[in-house]
C-alpha cells in the first residue's frame, strides 16, 4: 500500500501544473517540492492520474476546493455524489435498482 500524498503535495500539483508543458515536468516540480518538506516523494504514476484530475476538474474551483472534494472524509453515498457533482462530473446511474418513484422494483 502506497502512503497517503499529502495535502500540500496535492496543492502543488495543482499550482505546477501547466498544460503547456510535459506531466513530466510537473512530476519533477512536485518531487523537488516533497524533498524540500520533507516528504515522501509519489510516483510517477500517481502524481499522472492527480494531474489528469487537475486538469479535468471544471474551471471556477479553487485549490482549496479541489483539496476539500479529493482529501475529506466521506459523510456517506450522497456526499460523495455531491462531490462527483462538483467536479463537473455526472451522476452515477442507479443501475435500475429502484424505479424512478424511488421505490423499489
Known sequence: MAPRISRRLIEAIVRFDDRSRPIAETYRR???EADRL???RPSYQRIRELV???RNVRPG???SDVVR???AP???T???LQR???LGMRPIPTWGLASESGRPP
Open 30 to 32: 512536485v518531487g523537488a
Open 38 to 40: 520533507g516528504l515522501t
Open 52 to 54: 489528469h484530475e487537475a
Open 61 to 63: 474551483l479553487t485549490v
Open 69 to 71: 472534494i479529493v482529501c
Open 74 to 76: 466521506l459523510k456517506g
Open 78 to 80: 450522497d456526499d460523495g
Open 84 to 86: 462527483l457533482g462538483e
